[in-house]
C-alpha cells in the first residue's frame, strides 16, 4: 500500500519498502466532482497534499516563445542552429495551445525535422 510506503509484488507475500511519490494531473476540477459524487473523496484527499495550479500555455503568452526556442534548439542537429521567422513567432504567440505545452514541445520537433 502507498500510504504505508510498501509494495507487495503480483504473485508474492513479501513486503518491499519503497519511496516515492506520485505526481497526478487533470484539467477537471476534482473538488466540484466529489461533491456532485463523481469522483471519490479517499482518493481526492489522497492526492491532494500539495496542490498545484498551472494555468494554460495560452494564458501564458511570455512562456510561449522562449519554450518555442528551446525546444527547437533541442531537436536541430548541433551543425545546424534552426531560428524562428518574425511570422512563425506571431502564429505561435496567438495559436491557443490545446495540447499546452507537450503540443508545442511536438510542433517544434516537427519544424526541426
Known amino acids: 500500500m502507498l ?6 509484488l503480483v504473485g508474492t507475500n513479501r513486503v518491499i519498502a ?3 511519490r506520485v505526481v497526478a494531473a487533470t ?7 466529489v461533491e456532485a459524487g463523481t469522483f471519490r473523496q479517499d482518493p481526492m484527499f489522497r492526492l491532494n497534499v500539495i496542490p498545484l495550479h498551472m494555468p494554460a500555455l495560452r494564458d501564458r503568452v511570455a512562456d510561449i516563445l522562449p519554450l518555442a526556442e528551446h525546444f527547437l534548439a533541442i531537436g ?11 511570422d512563425a513567432q506571431r502564429l505561435l504567440a496567438t495559436f491557443s495551445w490545446p495540447g499546452n505545452v507537450r503540443e508545442l514541445a ?3 520537433e516537427r519544424a526541426s525535422a
Open 3 to 8: 500510504q504505508e510506503r510498501q509494495v507487495t
Open 18 to 20: 519503497v519511496d516515492l
Open 27 to 33: 484539467h477537471r476540477d476534482l473538488a466540484s466532482m
Open 76 to 86: 536541430a542537429s548541433n551543425a545546424v542552429r534552426k531560428h524562428l521567422s518574425a
Open 106 to 108: 511536438n510542433a517544434m
